[in-house]
């Protein structure tokens, strides 16, 4: 009997954050099984995980599926891991080997004891996009050029896996969303992306971002470690904030299930970190 969990990410009450499916012990399930697990429980992507102590104390081979197709890594389900983890073992340090590489995690309990989960990412990149991409993208989400804040252009970002960042010029354009799902999925196919993050800039370092996943079988991810960490890079590398900066993300709010990311960048570390706190869902 495979044992699956169901835990928040990136808030302290479960009917907020991402909610992540984790299978703690993931050992001979093929990859017919794994999907099958993530789509029955719905989630934009459940965790699982393999003990592998020849590799180190605490370290896990970690795959993340969709309920449509499996994804080289994910935040929110990272986050819920360790979390789970934890639950189970006690805080500490962790490493995820991971589709993408290695992601080391550290799960530590705050004054009210609640577990928070900080990922250090990958190292990432960003990647200019042609306008004819940009233009069809708008047309699939139903902007227009004009709704863009021409502040934060478009680029491809990754940092475990490829996000293509839109930034809206008002609060108003990013809460309206509603978009040809079959045509963004094929669009994002082509170009190896696994979700938008679509932004609007609250402040230098408070955003809102919105992520939709149609390629994952989901119209929308509540919140999105994996785009944040991009995110992180993404305003680095554009030099909007410096090579140390702390960032706070909303995610989630339109949805009814509001959401709370820490975005933290080090100086001479190109590496991402992203930190949440993660709740198990009642039974």
Not at 21 to 33: E, I, K
Not at 148 to 171: C, E, K
Request: glycine share 10%.
């Amino acid at each position: 009997m495979t044992t699956v969990l169901r835990y928040a990410a990136f808030t302290t009450d479960p009917a907020g954050g991402n909610k992540a499916g984790v299978v703690p012990d993931a050992t001979g399930l093929t990859d017919q099984r794994m999907l099958a697990i993530a789509a029955e429980l719905g989630y934009s992507e459940t965790a699982f995980l393999i003990a592998d102590p020849s590799a180190g104390e605490r370290t896990y081979r970690v795959r993340y599926f969709a309920p449509t197709l499996e994804v080289p890594f994910c935040g929110h389900a990272t986050i819920a891991a360790a979390v789970a983890v934890a639950d189970a073992t006690g805080p500490g340090e962790l490493v995820f080997e991971t589709g993408a590489g290695t992601v080391p995690v550290v799960v530590a309990a705050d004054g009210d004891g609640v577990l928070r989960a900080t990922l250090t990412s990958v190292e990432p990149h960003v990647l200019e996009i042609g306008e004819a991409d940009v233009a069809q993208a708008l047309a699939l989400l139903g902007w227009q050029a004009d709704e863009l804040d021409p502040t934060l252009p478009p680029r491809v970002a990754y940092a475990g896996a490829r996000h293509l960042v839109l930034a809206a010029r008002s609060r108003e354009r990013l809460a309206e969303l509603s978009y040809d799902f079959d045509g963004l999925a094929a669009f994002m196919t082509e170009r190896e992306l696994i979700t938008l993050q679509l932004v609007w800039r609250e402040s230098a370092t408070v955003f809102h971002v919105r992520d939709p996943f149609p390629v994952g079988g989901v119209v929308e991810d509540p919140a999105t470690g994996a785009a944040a960490a991009a995110f992180g890079a993404y305003l680095r590398e554009l030099g909007e904030v410096g090579e140390t900066a702390e960032l706070t993300l909303h995610q989630g709010a339109d949805l009814g299930s509001p959401g709370l990311l820490s975005v933290e960048l080090r100086a001479g570390d190109p590496r991402v970190r992203v930190s949440g706190a993660g709740v198990r869902l009642p039974e």
